[in-house]
Nanobody, 120 residues
Framework: QVQLVESGGGLVQAGGSLRLSCAASGMFGRINNMTWYRQAPGKQRDLVATITRGGLTDYADSVKGRFTVSRDNGKNTVYLQMNSLKPEDTAVYYC??????????????WGQGTQVTVSS
């Protein structure tokens, strides 16, 4: 079983910065992709940023140039550095981890989410 715990959310003024962390714990094999999603009230959950085990990254267009995803494989932790925050970045942010369960399959685990609120 894998537990993902996010931290670092909070209230910040527009233009400010926050750094989210998501740590995986429990008994598990190798973690492949780790991904950040967000969900605003009344909207669907959208991908924000993803990072492979080797460090390749991809971002939603709305956050390119402002957010940076990184990870520490030794600590089984993924980070999301968020700069130049805008009110439209307000959402609950979730992390997910794709954990290798066999040679050919993975299972996706989710964190409980952390609230990010950006005031104008």
């Amino acid at each position: 079983q894998v537990q993902l715990v996010e931290s670092g959310g909070g209230l910040v003024q527009a233009g400010g910065s926050l750094r989210l962390s998501c740590a995986a714990s429990g008994m598990f094999g190798r973690i492949n992709n780790m991904t950040w999603y967000r969900q605003a009230p009344g909207k669907q959950r959208d991908l924000v940023a993803t990072i492979t085990r080797g460090g390749l990254t991809d971002y939603a267009d709305s956050v390119k140039g402002r957010f940076t995803v990184s990870r520490d494989n030794g600590k089984n932790t993924v980070y999301l550095q968020m700069n130049s925050l805008k009110p439209e970045d307000t959402a609950v942010y979730y992390c997910s981890a794709d954990v290798l369960t066999s040679l050919v399959s993975t299972r996706t685990y989710w964190g409980q989410g952390t609230q990010v609120t950006v005031s104008s």
